[in-house]
């Protein structure tokens, strides 16, 4: 059973960086059919997509967040982390990381998220 488990601190102060890591049990980053992702739902808003990382480590971001946004990993540790920097408090949201399957364009297990709030 594959299970994701994200990390971090719940609060973080503008215009820090928020940094998150998603530890992932029962499958490896790197295997090929798999890619990783970061998701956000800001208070009372959609789901939003954040980034992708596929399983060579290639990145991809959402345009709008692209200058701010950092996915790296750990394959020692199995994890993925995020970056975010110059926050706001709009960046206040819950935090997901996801598995999607490559071949289908789903996510198939998900993070429980984690609540991220951006204030003073």
């Known amino acids: 059973q594959v299970q994701l488990q994200e990390s971090g601190p719940g609060l973080v102060k503008p215009p820090q960086t928020l940094s998150l890591t998603c530890t992932v049990s029962?499958?490896?980053?790197?295997?090929?059919?798999?890619?990783w992702i970061w998701i956000r739902q800001p208070p009372g808003k959609g789901l939003s997509w954040m980034g992708v990382?596929?399983?060579?480590?290639?990145?991809y971001y959402s345009p709008s967040l692209k200058s701010r946004t950092s996915i790296s990993r750990d394959t020692s540790k199995n994890q993925f982390s995020l970056q975010l920097s110059s926050v706001t408090p709009e960046d206040t949201a819950v935090y997901y990381c996801a598995r999607k399957v490559l071949d289908g364009g789903f996510q198939d297990y998900w993070g429980q998220g984690t609540q991220v709030t951006v204030s003073e």
């Open positions: 990382m596929t399983y060579d480590g290639t990145t």
């Open positions: 029962g499958g490896s980053i790197t295997t090929k059919t798999y890619a």
